[in-house]
């Protein structure tokens, strides 16, 4: 598991009911929340839009589809010692503010060993804050995934015992519809046994927010690379190695209104040059911080969207293997290992 005594990361398992399970996320988080996340700008301006009637709308919706992930935000916020409205308004900073400072870049490597490798940048005051958490919550499929304070898990990188691996990118999309969280439909997604259930439940539920989704299993020789949007959802199959950063790049998708900033613009050149390269190395394009404008590898303080490379993640799906690394570090071995062998039949979603 830890290749590494030291500081960074920890790892953490969980287990209960929905809302034990939300609550033990929420107590880990607590202290980071109240010495830090909540002196954030990126706090205040969500909160500032606590009120805003799309959000009754949201919860409304979210409560209708998904009962056991709202069972899971109100044992967060039990856990967190915050209002339920609050965490549930931080759970929902994407859809309803295009600059939520949630970045991230993704490598994704089709081919008999399918390979996502992915950048998870945030809030730079968070960097010690995080963890990476086994995550059993009765009713769904367990999985693994990095995890920020008062946040649900499943928004940024995961893989789950069915052998699905997902992980999100950022879309500052100017659009919110009446809908439900991307944060949570990206939870839910983690329940789906398939990628076609995965795609299917994208699809089938009314979106609120704009997300880009690299997905991979175990058994399914696809790897997928999915932009959803309140009114469009993008799959398409990857057949050569590619880069995503933090925009709407589909040719179905791209004309959608978003934001593409300074460094999201940067990072997808500079990885599409990289990956145009013979023999290019995920892990390498994902620490380079070369090229003529900002960098992929974010460690700078003062990054003009306020995020940083928190971590690291490298999945290798060499079938019937899932194996991966974690690093939080921007150079030297992984922080943590994975490695299982998984049965590759088809499922279908838990109800």
């Known amino acids: 598991m830890s290749t590494d005594p030291g500081e960074g ?79 549930f308004a931080w759970n929902c900073r994407g859809d309803l503010w295009a600059m939520a400072p949630d970045g991230c870049t993704t490598v994704q490597i089709p081919g008999t060993r399918r390979v996502i490798a992915h950048n998870e940048d945030g809030l730079p005051v968070l960097r010690s804050h995080c963890a990476i958490v086994r995550f059993d919550s009765e009713g769904g499929i367990p999985f693994t995934s990095f995890a920020y304070p008062a946040s649900l898990p499943g928004h940024t990188f995961a893989a789950t015992d069915r052998g699905l691996v997902a992980t999100v990118n950022n879309i500052r999309s100017r659009q919110c519809e009446p809908g439900v969280p991307r944060m949570v439909l990206t939870r839910a997604l983690l329940d789906c046994a398939s990628l076609d259930d995965a795609v299917a439940h994208l699809r089938s ?61 940067c990072r997808q050149e500079r990885g599409d040059v990289l990956i145009g390269e013979q023999a290019c190395d995920p ?38 293997v899932l194996a991966w690394r974690v690093y939080d570090r921007p150079s030297g071995p992984p922080r943590f290992h994975f490695r299982d062998r998984l049965a590759a039949e088809a499922g279908r979603q838990p109800s």
């Open 205 to 265: 539920t009314p979106r609120a927010g704009a997300f880009h989704v690299s997905l991979a299993r175990i058994g399914d020789p696809r790897l997928l690379s999915v932009e959803f949007t309140s009114a469009t959802v993008s799959a398409r199959e990857i057949t050569a190695p590619a880069v995503h950063s933090n925009h709407l790049i589909h040719a179905g998708t791209a004309h959608e209104p978003q934001v593409v900033t300074e460094s999201s613009g």
């Open 9 to 87: 990361l920890r790892f953490f398992e969980i287990t209960g009911t929905p809302f034990d399970a939300g609550a033990a996320l929420g107590r880990i988080g607590a202290p980071a929340v109240h010495a830090d996340l909540v002196k954030t700008r990126a706090w205040a301006s969500v909160m500032a839009l606590r009120d805003d009637p799309r959000l009754a709308v949201m919860l409304e919706m979210t409560e209708a589809r998904y009962p056991r992930h709202v069972a899971e935000l109100r044992g967060l916020a039990a856990g967190t010692g915050l209002p339920f409205e609050e965490i």
């Open 283 to 320: 892990l390498a394009i994902l620490r380079d911080t070369g090229g003529p404008g900002l960098p992929i590898r974010r460690d700078d303080p003062d990054d003009p969207d306020d995020e940083n490379t928190l971590a690291t993640a490298v999945f290798e799906l060499d079938d019937p």
